[in-house]
């Protein structure tokens, strides 16, 4: 039986402080079966540079 896949959507606007937590809270679950969407809203400050790293 194969696992479920899992979206993990993040939407975000100027949260650029955030991230590095928000990422490494998604990237350290046991469940490895899973895409992780990051989504801009309007962004001003440098989130959307960070996203595309």
């Known amino acids: 039986m194969r696992a479920a896949r899992v979206a993990v959507v993040c939407i975000f606007c100027n949260g ?4 590095d937590e928000a990422i490494a809270s998604v990237m350290t679950q046991s469940y490895d ?4 969407l ?13 996203a595309l790293e």
Do not use: I, M, P, V
């Open 33 to 36: 079966h899973f895409e992780f």
């Open 38 to 50: 990051l989504c801009d809203d309007g962004s001003t400050d440098n989130s959307t540079a960070r």
């Open 16 to 19: 650029e402080q955030f991230f």
